[in-house]
């Protein structure tokens, strides 16, 4: 029997409690537990001016927790004494061969980080109500697709989540943002704990560093594109340090891939079915480019772009999850058969020593490009937001 401690999002089900055992005793109370530290740091900004903490954030940053150390709050000092501590785990070549091997599958990669790695953290109807509780779904689609590429693009750059580096950077602004939407979350007072744990829980902050690690290689075998042992291993070493920075407690950070698996395996199997927020959600995301098309002729375009999307989608999520989310069964027949040739091809060209720097160049222009029309030509400063866009409106 469930314990009543548990969130009701914890679905146990018989099937998992065959495969995982007590590790699902172990995992379910993460879902109530958050970030301290962080948590800390956004209480210390509200009672500055307006902007004041952020302006802080990013001089410590910047250069450093010792330059603002007379003006900075003792919260924030703690923070910078945690994230500036490096692990004794890290090695900073892995970590860098993690991020060339992401970057080097260009197109693919992104196509995956919107189409897999975005809807499977939507697909959890406990996981996507934050999302749901900051408000304008709709309207504010693209710009989340551009922001988290943004990031991913950040971590994945050379030196990247050094200490001066603007992945680092990023990760903690992002820790923080988190921070103040738990903050701005509670003081809604429509929060449901029995139901969906805290807001931003350790459970679903491990969740997301696993959707851009094992679940992408999961996503480009199924695309036929084929990443070394070694690469793999050195993908989620990236993402297991980024975890750190993020803020996740180390006992849900994996050591290596075949860890991180049975994480991503144990979490997506006990989240429960996705719910009319899922599939909002997932909505807004696959049509976001046909509602802001501005012509007839970019209207079509974006409605072909949907359509080899959601083929791709459905071929990594499977059909019964796809059908779950409402995704479009589009017509597109030749699209898979053409995509999975151009995937195996890329990935033995890309085994070729002579090539890999030049894979690694063209991947990077892309995710350049696609980061500027994600974005718009607005920057992603990454600020905490002082309140929500509107009101929420979700399902229980």
């Known amino acids: 029997m469930k314990n009543a401690t548990i969130p009701a999002r914890f679905h146990e089900t018989a099937d998992a409690r065959r495969r995982f055992g007590d590790q699902l005793d172990r995992l379910a109370p993460f879902l109530l537990r958050v970030d301290p530290a962080a948590d800390a740091v956004v209480e210390a900004f509200a009672s500055m001016p307006s902007g004041q903490g952020f302006r802080l954030l990013e001089a410590a940053l910047a250069r450093g927790i010792d330059h603002v150390a007379n003006d900075a709050p003792a919260e924030l000092r703690a923070l910078f004494a945690a994230v500036d501590h490096v692990p004794v785990w890290v090695d900073w070549d892995a970590v860098n061969r993690g991020g060339a091997a992401f970057l080097r599958t260009g197109v693919l990669g992104a196509v995956l980080l919107a189409m897999q790695s975005l809807i499977r953290g939507y697909a959890s109807p406990g996981g996507n109500k934050p999302l749901v509780f900051s408000g304008r779904l709709r309207e504010q689609a693209g710009r989340r697709l551009g922001e988290t590429s943004r990031f991913v693009y950040a971590v994945s750059q050379a030196n990247g989540m050094r200490r001066s580096g603007e992945g680092f950077a990023i990760t903690v602004k992002v820790r923080i943002m988190h921070a103040q939407v738990r903050r701005l979350i509670r003081a809604s007072g429509r929060w449901q704990t029995s139901l969906w744990g805290e807001p931003i829980n350790q459970h679903d902050m491990a969740a997301t560093a696993l959707l851009f690690s094992v679940e992408v290689l999961g996503g480009l075998d199924k695309l036929g594109y084929h990443v070394p042992p070694d690469q793999r291993e050195d993908l989620v070493h990236l993402w297991r340090y980024v975890a750190y920075v993020s803020g996740v407690e180390p006992e849900l950070i994996p050591g290596s891939s075949a860890e991180a698996r049975r994480l991503a395996d144990m979490i997506f199997a006990t989240q429960g079915a996705p719910d009319d927020d899922s599939r909002m959600l997932v909505d807004a995301l696959v049509t976001h480019g046909i509602r802001s098309a501005r012509s007839d002729s970019e209207r079509r375009r974006a409605e072909r772009v949907m359509a080899v999307f959601c083929c ?85």
């Open 312 to 396: 791709v989608s459905r071929a990594v999520l499977g059909e019964a999850l796809a059908e779950q989310l409402g995704l479009s069964r589009q017509s597109s027949l030749l699209a898979m058969p053409l995509l999975r040739a151009a995937a195996a091809a890329s990935s033995r060209a890309h085994a070729l020593p002579s090539l890999q720097d030049l894979a690694l160049d063209l991947g990077g222009r892309y995710w350049q490009r696609a980061i500027a029309v994600g974005l718009g030509g607005r920057p992603a400063d990454f600020a905490p937001p002082e309140r929500f866009a509107d009101g929420p409106d979700v399902s229980a």
